[in-house]
Every structure is written in C-alpha cells, then in structure tokens.
C-alpha cells in the first residue's frame, strides 16, 4: 500500500491535472459509468461534528474509492484541521487497498478543479477580471483553478473578515505569481463582481453573498460551497437573467443544495430552466455557451466520481515518479 501525503501528491499532480481528471468524471456520471452510493453520514453530536463515508467504483477503470471526510468545527480552536479526509484507493481486480491518499488535499483539488472545468468549457473566451468570494480552505485551489483556466489580467478577493481578505490576497499573489495575474483584496462582494467575467462563491453561507443583479453580461458563476438545504450563497436574481444553468451532477445538487432549493421552493425557476449537467456538454448532448452576452451559472456539490479519477491518476503518477512511501 502506498501513502501519499500533500507534499507526495504536489509533486506530481498539478490544477491542470485535476481539471482534466474532473472532466473525465463528470462525463462517467452522465454516462453511469461510475457507481456512486448515497454517501453514509454519521452525527457524532457530543461534539457537533459528522464522520462521512462516500464510496464510488469505476469498472471500466478497475478501482474503487472511498473517501473518509469528518467534520468536526471545534478543532479549530485546539489549531488541528475541522475536515480531516483520508481517501482509500482499492484495486478493482483484487479488492487489496493500494493507497491511502491525503483525502483533504484531493478534495481540495477536486473541488477547485470543477470550477476549472466549468470555466474552461462555458466561460466565454476572452476573459480578463476574475472574482473570488470566500476565503476559506477551498479558496486556494479555487483561485488557481480559474488561473489555469482563464488568462486574466486581476483576481478581487472578497471576505467578511478585511485582514484575512487582505492576508489571503498577498499569499495568493505570491504563490500564484507565476500565472501574472494581480490578486488584490476588495472591500466589498460589489467591488469584486464589478466587471467581472467569471465569479467563484466558496463559502459556507445561508444567505446571499452577492447581487445578482450586478452581475455584467457574459460572466460565468460558480457557487461551490452550499452543499445542505439551508446554504444559499447564490443571489436567487441572477437565475431568472441566466441563459444557462449547469450542474457537476444534477441528482446531487437537487438533493443538497440550497442554492436551487430554495429558488425553486419559492417558484423563482423551474427545472425547465435546467439545461444539464456539464458532462453533457463534455459529451455534445447539451449546447454550451453560444454568444459572448450570455449569463451562465454552475452549480456544485461535488461527486465521489471526481474522488476516485483523481486519486487513480494521482497513485499512476506516484508509482511512475517513485513516489510516497510503502506500507504493510
């Protein structure tokens, strides 16, 4: 068995990697290829946190996954990580576990990757301002995921909290300088959605964290972080001015999130306003985007699909390098 830790898996796996190993799942949920059982949540209430078990398999691939994420948001305050996540790595053919990968990292890459992915197919083209809202441990992989996508010219960066925006900011910058683009703090979510032609939410908010209403013409939104009933990052307004509207996997999201919940339970959209999931585009059963002017909007709440393709081509890359190390 071999363990990969995140300084393992960086050295072989990059955001562009996990874009494309995104695309590929997402084309196996939309073609059932991959069988994903509900994911089994535990509630652990003595201490206000849930163990999640979410199990995927791949047949055509030969693998099987489980990814082992509990949340637990007192850790915060004794300085250990409130989602700690393992993935599991199985061996189709023979049931033997084959690696234990740093579960956290790989959801953050897979999570920022499907924005990447939602840019790179629908975003129009010429892009140049790109806006971030949410500041948390998803943000960094987000951030660099619409770099890779898109070149553009400045990133806004909005957080509730004015230090950590500005301290998350000059990070970023530093890290991510290789891309050219200037990542600045904004005050507010309206200064960073100004101009904006793609727009990432990632937070764990209940109510709307921009206005939809001043969303320009052309841009391309990805709400990442409502993944239960009650969170609505999303403006409700944008969805009636959007052309289109996507999803990583349809079933999820309308079983989750409150960002298409709840505008349906208060009639703002129908499922007739649905156009598909982005694996349809992927595959040319739905249109993506067809002009310049067109508002599109995507919507995710992440798939074990995305878990598994990226800890395969994580663990090929690894036994290739020479990397991680052996257990057992």
Same mark, same amino acid.
């Given at each position: 068995?071999?363990?990969?830790?995140?300084?393992?898996?960086?050295?072989?796996?990059?955001?562009?990697?996990?874009?494309?190993?995104?695309?590929?799942?997402?084309?196996?949920?939309?073609?059932?290829?991959?069988?994903?059982?509900?994911?089994?949540?535990?509630?652990?209430?003595?201490? %206000?946190?849930?163990?999640?078990?979410?199990?995927?398999?791949?047949?055509?691939?030969?693998?099987?996954?489980?990814?082992?994420?509990?949340?637990?948001?007192?850790?915060?305050?004794?300085?250990?990580?409130?989602?700690?996540?393992?993935?599991?790595?199985?061996?189709?053919?023979?049931?033997?576990?084959?690696?234990?990968?740093?579960?956290?990292?790989?959801?953050?890459?897979?999570?920022?990757?499907?924005?990447?992915?939602?840019?790179?197919?629908?975003?129009?083209?010429?892009?140049?301002?790109?806006?971030?809202?949410?500041?948390?441990?998803?943000? #960094?992989?987000?951030?660099?995921?619409?770099?890779?996508?898109?070149?553009?010219?400045?990133?806004?960066?909005? %957080?509730?909290? #004015?230090?950590?925006?500005?301290?998350?900011?000059?990070?970023?910058?530093?890290?991510?300088?290789?891309?050219?683009?200037?990542?600045?703090?904004?005050?507010?979510? %309206?200064?960073?959605?100004? %101009?904006?032609?793609?727009?990432?939410?990632?937070?764990?908010?209940?109510?709307?964290?921009?206005?939809?209403?001043?969303?320009?013409?052309?841009?391309?939104?990805?709400?990442?972080?409502?993944?239960?009933?009650?969170?609505?990052?999303?403006?409700?307004?944008?969805? #009636?001015?959007?052309?289109?509207?996507?999803?990583?996997?349809?079933?999820?999201?309308?079983?989750?999130?409150?960002?298409?919940?709840?505008?349906?339970?208060?009639?703002?959209?129908?499922?007739?306003?649905?156009?598909?999931?982005?694996?349809?585009?992927?595959?040319?059963?739905?249109?993506?985007?067809?002009?310049?002017?067109?508002?599109?909007?995507?919507?995710?709440?992440?798939?074990?699909?995305?878990?598994?393709?990226?800890?395969?081509?994580?663990?090929?890359?690894?036994?290739?390098?020479?990397?991680?190390?052996?257990?057992?």
């Amino acid at each position: 068995m071999l363990l990969l830790s995140r300084e393992d898996i960086k050295k072989v796996f990059t955001i562009k990697d996990a874009i494309e190993a995104d695309k590929k799942a997402f084309q196996y949920v939309v073609e059932g290829k991959c069988e994903i059982p509900l994911r089994t949540n535990i509630q652990a209430p003595k201490y %206000d946190g849930c163990f999640l078990f979410m199990p995927a398999y791949l047949e055509e691939m030969d693998t099987a996954s489980l990814k082992i994420i509990n949340i637990f948001p007192h850790n915060i305050d004794n300085g250990i990580p409130s989602s700690p996540a393992q993935v599991l790595l199985i061996d189709g053919k023979t049931g033997l576990v084959t690696a234990v990968l740093d579960g956290t990292y790989v959801t953050q890459l897979r999570t920022g990757a499907a924005s990447g992915a939602a840019f790179d197919v629908l975003a129009k083209k010429d892009c140049r301002i790109g806006a971030l809202i949410g500041t948390g441990g998803q943000a #960094p992989t987000q951030l660099e995921a619409m770099l890779a996508a898109r070149k553009l010219e400045e990133v806004r960066v909005y %957080d509730m909290n #004015p230090e950590r925006t500005k301290a998350f900011a000059e990070q970023m910058q530093e890290e991510l300088k290789a891309y050219g683009t200037r990542i600045v703090a904004a005050a507010s979510s %309206d200064e960073a959605i100004d %101009d904006a032609d793609l727009i990432i939410t990632v937070t764990p908010s209940s109510k709307p964290v921009f206005d939809g209403t001043k969303v320009k013409a052309g841009a391309t939104i990805s709400c990442v972080g409502a993944y239960q009933h009650h969170m609505q990052e999303m403006d409700p307004a944008i969805l #009636p001015r959007a052309s289109k509207i996507y999803f990583d996997s349809r079933e999820a999201v309308l079983s989750e999130s409150g960002d298409i919940l709840i505008p349906l339970e208060e009639g703002i959209i129908t499922e007739k306003d649905f156009t598909g999931n982005l694996g349809d585009v992927l595959l040319g059963k739905v249109v993506g985007r067809e002009n310049d002017d067109e508002i599109i909007v995507f919507e995710t709440v992440g798939v074990a699909a995305q878990d598994l393709v990226a800890a395969k081509e994580i663990y090929d890359k690894a036994v290739e390098a020479g990397v991680g190390i052996q257990w057992g």
